[in-house]
């Protein structure tokens, strides 16, 4: 009898143990369900195009939202797009409604106060545009003119930059966004606009001749991706995708898609 429950105790207790091999050939070390993917929050301002903008469908698409999609799918984490007021970006990353910024965010000392950034992965420069019978052909001609460009973007900060040639401006008006700035410019409400170059050539782009942009500019930028103070561990993570990306030539392919041209810093 003794040996007929010692069998029987060995049968059960190879079951329990048989029981949990299965559970752990899910891939997981205590028998837990697979964690689902961590998924990161992108701010964007969704007119910023080529960079990240709607199309004729209302979807989502541009240099950026490929570039966060490709590295996202590296990272195996969900990405999710989110348009924010492009003047409270900095609100919006630090109150964690976002994960990170990425729009051409450019990359300057004070926002570095607050901002954790990725190195940069494209140049940019901050050009005049005016109208091609413009008497606007250097930037000392912008003195008694009104200039318009982008509420809290960079082309302002590099205007203030600037304050002996700001002071000689008539006033200076602020958009939404570039596009309304530059139809500002187009029906006369304003003598020239200041824009990041990547986004008013792309424009310019599509209504050829109605643009003209003069060799003078207010200097060159750098776009990074922006992310909070202490996310350093996912910042790594990024960093170390965008630098595949860059090595095997995928960012290479996204910029001419975009571009015509690889652009990639």
Known sequence: MKKLIALAMTVVMSGLVLV??????TGTPNGEKAATPQKIVVG??????????????????????????????RLDMEVEFKPIDWNSKEVE????????????????EDRKKNI???????????????????DIKTKADLSGKVIGTQEGSSSLD???????????????????????????????RVDAVVADEVVSRYYMSKKPGEY????DNFGEEE???????DDTEL??????????????????EIAKKWFGEDIIK
């Open 20 to 25: 949990g091999c299965g559970s752990a050939s």
């Open 44 to 73: 964007l301002d969704d007119t910023f195009a080529p960079m990240g903008f709607r199309d004729d469908k209302g979807e989502l698409v541009g240099f950026d939202v490929e570039m966060a999609k490709e590295a996202a799918s």
């Open 93 to 108: 990353l630090n109150s964690k409604k976002i994960d990170m910024i990425w729009n051409g965010l450019t990359i300057t």
């Open 116 to 134: 954790l950034f990725t190195q940069p992965y494209m140049a940019n420069h901050q050009i005049i545009v005016v109208l091609p019978d413009s």
């Open 158 to 188: 590099a205007i203030n930059s600037e304050p002996e040639v700001a002071k000689t401006f008539k006033e200076i008006r602020t958009y939404a966004d570039y596009v309304a700035a530059l139809n500002e410019l187009k029906i006369g």
């Open 212 to 215: 003209a942009v003069i060799e």
């Open 223 to 229: 776009y990074g991706v922006g992310l909070r103070k």
């Open 235 to 252: 910042l790594g993570k990024l960093q170390g995708a965008l630098d595949a990306m860059k090595a095997e030539g995928v960012s290479a």
